[in-house]
């Protein structure tokens, strides 16, 4: 190890042992610590944070993948449709799916892109010799950070699928890699691009709440059939719900609540405090569906089926957030949002507005959509017609490769990855 890279190591630790010295509580250090680096400006918007790194408007933004399943392959389709965009290479374990896209490209009608699937590893290959702006990853959580620390070393800016860490440890390693190499490592979190989301955070912030006091999300979603069936290469998801016990999956429904109260924009998360119920709904789906002798229904499952975990912030907001992935359920991220004038929740979408409503009643969100709709959907909404999750994805897509292209700050940096991905291993302490 070279003595410039000792000192910078050193100067890690010693930022490190600060944070936690300052903090009165063990897991506030944990997540106070990591958006405690984050630049201030007060400024509570997406997009118009200054912060590291500064670059250069970009010509053409040229991209690497690795993960190209299900999600990957979405986005590959999201970015054929996006102008000066070049896709120049694809990585994945599996040589079909590698082919598969190169299909996709040329039939789009670009040049066929360079192909790695020399084993796990094979995406620093990729990242070594590949002329790119940025890498994508949309690959098992476990990859997420050597991906993106293996882009940023070698010249490239990180994009890379939720969460981007699972421990605090990795959250770390792309803070300090992003900001050693100065390249942006942006969190691909779509939930934050709804539209639902997007005209409560317009709302938000043209005064219809008032001043934000409490919100809730979560990710509340029967994962039992996706756990134990073939979803997932590997079965790779249910190893996290047999030796980990928290909220594996914060960032859906902490993301667009945090744009709303200001999280790294004036605000940050203080301390938590997190518990589990029992654990029961997948070795019970897995007795009833595979039978009781399978090795999935005699498994003891660290995960509880749900978990509570509450927030509060440094301007004293309180956050509940849900993890449920394991019992039947219908779909819900919850979306909470209540201020001193108003109050709004998703699913159904729904909303009351002091002075405005029918009193003590919930009006549809949707009457205000002319008034408030955001922006974005307003003007773009139309490109995202038919894309993933409702066209969020393409506009979170969308957004990032106009960053690059203006050299502008992307709407989620590396500080907004770490803190709300720490939330998992705060959670399991």
Not at 331 to 349: C, E, F, H, N, W
Not at 362 to 377: C, G, N, S, T, V
Request: with cysteine.
């Amino acid at each position: 190890m070279s003595e410039q890279n000792k000192k910078e190591d050193k100067k890690a630790l010693k930022r490190r042992d600060f944070l936690k010295a300052g903090a009165a509580v063990s897991v506030g250090a944990a997540i106070a610590g990591l958006s405690a680096c984050a630049p201030k400006d007060g400024a509570p918007s997406l997009a118009t944070k200054p912060g590291v790194p500064q670059t250069k408007p970009l010509e053409k933004v040229r991209i690497g993948f690795v993960g190209v399943g299900n999600q990957g392959s979405s986005h590959v389709r999201n970015f054929l449709r996006i102008d000066n965009v070049e896709i120049k290479a694809i990585c994945d374990i599996v040589p079909e799916k590698v082919e598969r896209m190169q299909q996709w490209v040329t039939e789009a009608g670009f040049a066929k892109p360079t192909g790695y699937s020399k084993g796990e590893y094979d995406f620093v290959r990729m990242c070594e010799q590949e002329d790119l702006d940025l890498v994508f990853t949309a690959t098992p959580w476990r990859w997420h950070v050597p991906v993106c620390v293996a882009a940023m070393k070698n010249g490239k800016h990180a994009a890379t699928e939720v969460p981007a860490a699972v421990t605090i440890e990795e959250a770390w390693q792309l803070v300090e890699t992003a900001e050693k190499y100065q390249k942006h490592c942006v969190m691909m979190e779509n939930c934050n691009y709804g539209r639902r989301e997007l005209m409560v955070l317009n709302m938000v912030r043209q005064g219809i709440f008032g001043e934000i006091v409490h919100a809730a999300g979560g990710y509340l979603h029967d994962l039992r059939n996706y756990k134990l069936g073939d979803a997932y290469e590997g079965m790779w998801r249910i190893k996290h719900s047999i030796e980990r016990n928290g909220n594996l999956y914060p960032t859906h429904g902490l993301g667009p609540v945090s744009n709303c109260i200001g999280i790294n924009r004036g605000d940050r998360f203080d301390y938590l405090v997190s518990m589990s119920s029992k654990s029961r709904g997948l070795k019970m789906f897995a007795a009833e569906h595979l039978g009781p002798d399978s090795k999935w229904a005699k498994i003891d499952y660290a995960l509880g089926d749900v978990n509570v975990s509450l927030i509060k912030t440094r301007n004293d907001v309180t956050i509940t957030l849900y993890h449920d992935t394991n019992l039947p359920r219908p779909y819900s991220r919850i979306d909470l949002v209540q201020g001193t004038k108003a109050i709004s929740m998703g699913y159904p979408d729904r909303i009351y507005i002091e002075g405005r409503s029918p009193n003590d009643q919930w009006e549809p969100l949707e009457k205000y959509r002319e008034e408030f709709d955001h922006p974005l959907w307003r003007n773009i909404g139309k490109l995202a017609k038919g894309a993933g999750h409702g066209g969020m994805d393409f506009l979170e897509d969308y957004r990032l490769v106009q960053a690059l292209l203006k050299g502008e700050p992307t709407d989620m940096d590396v500080y907004d990855a770490a803190a709300l991905s720490c939330i998992s291993e705060v959670s399991e302490r």
